[in-house]
């Protein structure tokens, strides 16, 4: 129905940059909210940051964590989120997951979907 790939994880240096991607693709009608969190072994997942669409503007929203470092962003054209993250830290290192509300064909009320994940480790 709707598929949620995710890409760009990968090993970086402290200090380094990574950006990763999310693609929605199926029977979409529209995506109002897309958000990324992230699960470090051993830990629950956390939210890392959102942005959400009226049609007409994008609001964002970002854990202290990840304020002034990690910027997100969207193309509605291609039902896509990004997350570019720089400075990163040791304290980074997580399975990162994409998260997309979905309004579908047919239905009247956005259903949660969530990627597979994406391994960012940051070691030296």
């Known amino acids: 129905q709707v598929q949620i790939e995710e890409s760009g994880g990968g090993l970086v240096q402290p200090g380094g940059s990574l950006r990763l991607s999310c693609r929605a693709s199926g029977s979409i009608v529209s995506i109002e909210t897309m958000a990324w969190y992230r699960q470090a072994p051993g830990n629950q997942r956390d939210f890392v940051a959102l942005?959400?669409?009226?049609?007409?503007?994008?609001?964002?929203e970002y854990a202290d964590s990840a304020k002034g470092r990690f910027t997100i962003s969207r193309d509605d054209n291609k039902n896509a989120a990004y997350l570019q993250m720089n400075s990163l830290k040791p304290g980074d290192t997580a399975v990162y997951y994409c998260y997309v509300d979905v309004l579908t064909i047919g239905t009247r009320q956005s259903t949660p979907f969530w990627g597979q994940g994406a391994q960012v480790t940051v070691s030296s």
């Open positions: 942005v959400r669409t009226n049609g007409i503007s994008d609001y964002s």
